[in-house]
T-cell receptor, first 116, second 112 residues
Framework: DTEVTQTPKHLVMGMTNKKSLKCEQH?????MYWYKQKAKKPPELMFV???????INESVPSRFSPECPNSSLLNLHLHALQPEDSALYLC???????????????FGEGSRLTVL | DAKTTQPPSMDCAEGRAANLPCNHS???????VYWYRQIHSQGPQYIIH???NNETNEMASLIITEDRKSSTLILPHATLRDTAVYYC?????????????FGTGTLLAVQP
């Protein structure tokens, strides 16, 4: 199994809603990532988890709250989002959190979020 | 900040080799060169990576210059399905250098 599965594929939410994006991998990877991608732009790193602990937060607003319940799962909790937060949210995993052997990231297909 | 420079777009004829250049003149000794691609509306896909030696796998070849300041990704026989944005990324091991930061990439259009 070499897949990273993200659910839901599409999500529409209002600015007062609370929702969550989910990501799952069964490759035994110990690093997991969230990226945000706006249309026609490259992916932007948001968070990195290494061994289930948050290791990097790229100054992401607190309305985005990541959670790593176990080594296979990664959630992104969304609350009080703004329309400009509408984007494709990508999850990825890798064996290790650094470059070199085992550092290649495997990405999911993304969750497309629309905030009304 | 992205540490690489790539042309914004390139064309390639189907069946021909696609050679995608990348400049990374400030690369440091512990940083690897990674290539990813993103086909429209899909997640990025890992292609290949290298440190200083040339590398080849079933998807592509990576040629890194001796001074490591630039590299070329080679798709030996491009097909229409290879049309995508190709990202060249430098990434270290440990500390702040281990982030995988995407630059603007090269849009490769394979023409029939």
């Amino acid at each position: 199994d070499t897949e990273v599965t993200q659910t839901p594929k599409h999500l529409v939410m209002g600015m007062t809603n609370k929702k969550s994006l989910k990501c799952e991998q069964h490759m035994g990877h110990r690093a997991m990532y969230w990226y945000k991608q706006k249309a026609k732009k490259p992916p932007e790193l948001m968070f990195v988890y290494s061994y289930e602990k948050l290791s990097i937060n790229e100054s992401v607003p607190s309305r985005f709250s990541p959670e790593c319940p176990n080594s296979s799962l990664l959630n992104l909790h969304l609350h009080a989002l703004q329309p400009e937060d509408s984007a494709l949210y990508l999850c990825a995993s890798s064996q290790v959190s650094g470059g070199g052997v085992g550092g290649e990231l495997f990405f999911g297909e993304g969750s497309r979020l629309t905030v009304l | 900040d992205a540490k690489t420079t790539q042309p914004p777009s390139m064309d390639c004829a189907e069946g021909r080799a696609a050679n995608l250049p990348c400049n990374h003149s400030t690369i440091s000794g512990n940083e690897y060169v990674y290539w990813y691609r993103q086909i429209h509306s899909q997640g990025p896909q890992y292609i290949i990576h290298g440190l200083k030696n040339n590398e080849t796998n079933e998807m592509a070849s990576l040629i890194i210059t001796e001074d490591r300041k630039s590299s070329t990704l080679i798709l030996p026989h491009a097909t229409l399905r290879d049309t995508a944005v190709y990202y060249c990324i430098v990434r270290g091991y440990g500390g702040a250098t281990n982030k995988l930061i995407f630059g603007t990439g090269t849009l490769l259009a394979v023409q029939p």
